[in-house]
């Protein structure tokens, strides 16, 4: 039997490691982070869109592991504030404030709108040592709640009210979430294009 391939994630954080893990272990690959090689360094996202911000993360990281790296860039947008926080959801507000503070920021900002509409968005980017690039991106679609609703999840989480639930996003269960998260749609569709990548390469 050949050996699995390695993989590394190129993301730091422990919420999105944990979602991806879970997702990535339907393919036969062998899923490292960037704690099991060291890597340390930060990398400056210089895009002007998801994909772009994705595709420098997995690029860098698979220059300095000489691994497939598989990053992804996600935030949240929301139709009231003109696509904001987007690209800027991570640090929204102040780079220092806590989640929690963030989503308060967030909620203050919307205190007397009555459209609410907003989308997660997910791009997930993998980087082969070999130059390629492959790519899916996926959307969860909802509303933004008056106030903070639940303590699972990360992010923005306990402010988004998914379509067709009534529960924010922070109340549903890891599987739950993994249904119909935006990174999740995303890693479903790039697991099939990973395979289907991985079959061609293999012929």
């Not at 210089?46 to 772009?52: D, H, V, Y």
């Not at 998914?162 to 599987?175: H, Q, T, V, Y």
Request: one cysteine or more; hydrophobic letters at 40%.
């Amino acid at each position: 039997m050949k050996d699995m391939r390695n993989y590394v994630l190129a993301t730091a954080n422990p919420g999105k490691i944990k979602e991806m893990q879970k997702i990535l272990s339907d393919l036969s690959i062998n899923i490292l982070t960037r704690e099991d090689l060291a890597i340390t360094f930060d990398i400056e996202e210089t895009g002007t869109t998801f994909l772009e911000n994705a595709t420098i993360k997995a690029k860098a990281i698979c220059a300095a592991s000489g691994l497939p790296s598989i990053a992804d860039d996600s935030g949240l947008v929301i139709d009231a504030l003109g696509g904001r926080p987007g690209l800027f959801s991570s640090s929204y507000g102040d780079e220092k404030f806590t989640s929690s503070e963030r989503n308060l920021f967030l909620l203050s900002e919307m205190k007397n709108m009555e459209q609410r509409s907003a989308k997660f968005v997910c791009t997930i980017v993998c980087a082969f040592p070999e130059g390629e690039i492959i790519s899916a991106t996926g959307e969860c679609f909802g509303t933004i709640l008056k106030e903070p609703i639940g303590t699972g999840g990360f992010g923005y989480d306990p402010v988004f009210l998914p379509s067709g639930f009534d529960k924010s996003m922070a109340e549903l269960s890891a599987d739950e979430k993994n249904k119909i998260s935006h990174r999740a749609s995303a890693l479903f569709k790039f697991v099939k294009i990973l395979k289907d990548y991985n079959s061609e390469k293999s012929l």
